[in-house]
């Protein structure tokens, strides 16, 4: 299992589990070192996240639009995991 896996898996109740296609995706991540470390957990992402912000300015996004998939502090996380943890990863 990755890291990106390892970390999220600790964060699951009892019973549940990832599945493979998304420790597929994490190994990708991996893979193609399109991650960083922090000291909450690894965050990965889809595109080199420099290359992507680096043509950003105040009105315009070229180069792709950053999405974050998170939990923290959404207000239906007890909804969709059965509990309110917010020790989940940021994923661009």
Do not use: C
Not at 49 to 72: H, Y
């Amino acid at each position: 299992m990755t890291i990106l896996g390892e970390q999220i898996e600790k964060t699951l109740l009892p019973g549940m589990s990832i599945p493979d296609e998304w420790d597929e995706l994490f190994a990708w991540i991996e893979s193609n070192h399109l991650y960083i470390d922090k000291d909450a957990g690894r965050i990965g992402f889809l595109f080199p996240e420099d290359e992507l912000k680096s043509g950003w300015t105040e009105t315009e996004r070229l180069g792709g639009t950053n999405i974050e998939l998170f939990a923290e502090g959404n207000v239906n996380l007890s909804y969709w995991f059965g509990h309110d943890r917010a020790e989940f990863l940021v994923f661009y």
